[in-house]
T-cell receptor
């Protein structure tokens, strides 16, 4: 177990709806990243939060947004859902924000958009 | 754009066979390299990493990887696989972006038959 927990584990939405995914980071970790893993693909970086601010973003549109709270937990929000948003969303925490690449992943939230 | 290529999408081996999974990356600058593993029903976890120094790095569970700069490769090896090595393996690089942006390959699904 990594100590990173995500909720919900599975959910189904329809196109155009909005979704919020939640993540509790491992104790002592102040950096949270979110990744999208489509079927048959590797995880793709969405964004990273450090000290409650977004400090890095991948090639995802603005309808993907996030928050980090003072206790370092985080949310990923996706508005105006599209069919291609169907994927496993992974949260990862790290004790540092630099280039160490040593991330501790949760088990993911599987989103299906119909 | 930076990318990571994993040559084999599916590999099937018998126990005690040797394993080599290929990984190539396209990025001209300094990179840190990783192999992550996802066992069935579990979270993604770090198997081994290369930052600098000895290009042959050893990870958990008898795995090792060799960084060959001239070939932009970071192949994963294990002399004798076990049934418990059945998993999906992801090669990843982290770029010098100042934040934890891992770029993953598409993964190799390994099945070890007893």
């Amino acid at each position: 177990e990594t100590g990173v927990t995500q909720s919900p584990t599975h959910l189904i939405k329809t196109r155009g709806q909005q979704v919020t995914l939640r993540c509790s980071s491992q104790s002592g970790h102040n950096t949270v990243s979110w990744y999208q893993q489509a079927l048959g693909q590797g995880p793709q970086f969405i964004f990273q939060y450090y000290r409650e601010e977004e400090n890095g973003r991948g090639n995802f549109p603005p309808r993907f947004s996030g928050l980090q709270f003072p206790n370092y937990s985080s949310e990923l929000n996706v508005n105006a859902l599209e069919l291609d948003d169907s994927a496993l969303y992974l949260c990862a925490s790290s004790p540092v924000t630099g280039n160490t690449g040593e991330l501790f992943f949760g088990e993911g939230s599987r989103l299906t958009v119909l | 754009a930076q990318s990571v290529s994993q040559h084999n999408h599916h590999v099937i081996l018998s126990e005690a066979a040797s394993l080599e999974l290929g990984c190539n990356y396209s990025y001209g600058g300094t990179v840190n390299l990783f192999w992550y593993v996802q066992y069935p029903g579990q979270h993604l976890q770090l198997l081994l990493k290369y930052f600098s120094g000895d290009p042959l790095v050893k990870g958990i569970k008898g795995f090792e990887a060799e960084f060959i700069k001239s070939k932009f490769s970071f192949n994963l090896r294990k002399p004798s696989v076990q049934w418990s090595d059945t998993a999906e393996y992801f090669c990843a690089v982290i770029l010098n972006t100042g934040f934890q942006k891992l770029v993953f390959g598409t993964g190799t699904r390994l099945l070890v038959s007893p």
